[in-house]
Nanobody, 120 residues
């Protein structure tokens, strides 16, 4: 399994970013996928989750109304659009399947993440 996050960068407060996650090594379309983030000095938190068929999408209260999660099962790619960004959105963002299959490798595998920095 490989998860490659991209699209992060520096943005001013109020700005927007679209993050991507390219997944490989498993049948992407069969799994609920999650976006997580870990801010400086904070624990990793679940930001959003999308079902296999993208009919159920859930967002953390901290991002509700500002974030749109989507997926392209043909391209094995996950997206996270963040708008009206604040400094609280500064974090490394990761994607991951909702459940981990032992055959994929170590349970503690995470991609390299993509750094998002919101500052003026």
């Amino acid at each position: 399994v490989q998860l490659v996050e991209s699209g992060g960068g520096w943005v001013r407060p109020g700005g927007s970013l679209r993050l991507s996650c390219a997944a490989s090594g498993f049948t992407f379309s069969r799994y609920t996928m999650n976006w997580y983030r870990q801010g400086p000095g904070k624990e990793r938190e679940l930001v959003a989750s999308i079902s296999e068929d993208d009919e159920r999408i859930n967002y953390a209260p901290s991002v509700m109304g500002r974030v749109t999660m989507s997926r392209d099962n043909d391209m094995n790619t996950l997206y996270l659009q963040i708008t009206a960004m604040t400094t609280e959105d500064t974090a490394v963002y990761y994607c991951r399947p909702n459940r981990w299959i032992a055959a994929w490798g170590p349970q503690d595998y995470w991609g390299q993440g993509t750094q998002v920095t919101v500052s003026s």
